[in-house]
């Protein structure tokens, strides 16, 4: 006797499996311009890698003869598979079943999947569709356990523990709402897509009923409300560009924390001088400049990859490349209230710092600060205890350094852009002091000001004189800066301190001793 019916039988249930929710919830799923789980998963590794775990997990149904007549697949398909050669966990929501809702199987292989992603100590990449838990569950008959046995683990600790161990990056793919959005924001890397995506703890219906106010999916948490809350990173146009962020912020990282990112080929020459970069700051310093121009010039070209460029926009971050080698970079945007901190650029900033101390990434910092924004709505936002936090998490960086001043540095929140041993650089366009020149003449003079026969003149002299006064000659003869540089030569002086300090990051390798918190 053989097994070949216990054989075809398995065979059976894997093909079934593969069918998800059948031909026409597929359909269905289409028409509303979203990819399936699978195709989600095929589209985003390597061609041909994907091995599923748990591949005929879920319920069948026999006939009289003991032959499947009905199967439904667990409705959340996990598995390993490579992005660009390397091991990574893939894990999604089947939203054809049960609207993504788990089902028994499929809510064991959810919880699963950070479980592998941790052993193997590789990436965890999540396609989020789906509303989490549901009151209906026809299984729920007769005598039941309830709860989880008091000496399990807490059922979260896992989702927080892989963040020290290894990336994660989550895209929301359709309605994502209850325990699939804090998967979705528990992440290294977050992002939606406009079209299709909406994120909210809680549905229509249920905002309705607790609180009678009517508002569709988009209105609670479309892109337009998250682009502006920070909770998700990056919007893409389409489910196709969503996958080729997450490969992308994967290719800066390394597999995991015990491990070092490793240099790519680079054709770039680590002597390039761009002479834009000469004139690019302007000497009327009330003038603004491009700081992403400043980036791209100094960065192996086409490098750079931006970090939540909608939320907090006087701060910029993200990855980018120095002669192959990930740096993370931090700087600010003097378009957008001339730079200064809010409390979204402060918790921008903290984030950024704590993930590149999590994976040993040095940071190299373009400083612009005018200082902590001032006015009604940074007080009410709590401004200051947010970029405290930045500054804390600046002062506690054990990773290497390198602050290029290219333009102004007032106030505590400079502080948020030097940690331990940083590497300083400076630009003949930089200035420093406890208070910009504007606002400080205004207060420090304010009687003098009022007293002159044409105040606004006298404002203006007074500037100036202080302004001419504040050269960053001082601070190089005093050493209290590396050098004073020609902006030109910013290149080629960050991959000199690359070289000397890369060696020094595998002494960083494992945990970090302050971890990352979403």
Known sequence: MSWEKEVNEIRQRKTLAKEMGGTEAV????????LTVRERING???VGSFKE??????FAEKGPNGEISKFSPANYVIGVGKVSEKLVVVGGEDFTLKGGSPNAAGLRKSVYAEELSSYLKVPLARFLEGGGGSVANPNNIGPRTVGSPVFAAPRFKIIADILGKVPVVSAALGPVAGFPAGRLVSSHFSVMVKSSSQVMVGGPALVE???GQSLSKEELGGWKIHSKSGLVDNLAETEEEALEMMRTFLSYLPRNVWELRERVASLDSRDRREDELLSIVPKDKRKPFSIRKII?????????FEIQPLYGRGVVIGFGR???????????DCRFYAGSMTAEGGQKTKRMIELCDTFHLPIVNFLDEPGFMIGPEAEKTGCIRYGMSAVAAATQSEVPWATVAIHKSFGVASAAHFAPNTYKLAWPSYEMGALPVEGGVAVAFQREIANADNPEQKRRELEDKLLSERSPTPLM?????HELIDPRDTRSKLCDWLDWVEPGLADLKGPTNWGYRP
């Open 27 to 34: 359909e269905k799923h289409h028409g509303k311009g979203r």
């Open 209 to 211: 009923r607790a609180l």
């Open 477 to 481: 003869e005093s050493f209290a800066l």
């Open 322 to 332: 120095l002669m192959g080698a990930t740096v993370g970079i931090i700087a600010n």
């Open 44 to 46: 985003f590794l390597d």
């Open 296 to 304: 791209e010039l100094v960065l192996d070209k086409n490098s750079f």
């Open 53 to 58: 775990h748990g591949e005929g997990a879920g």
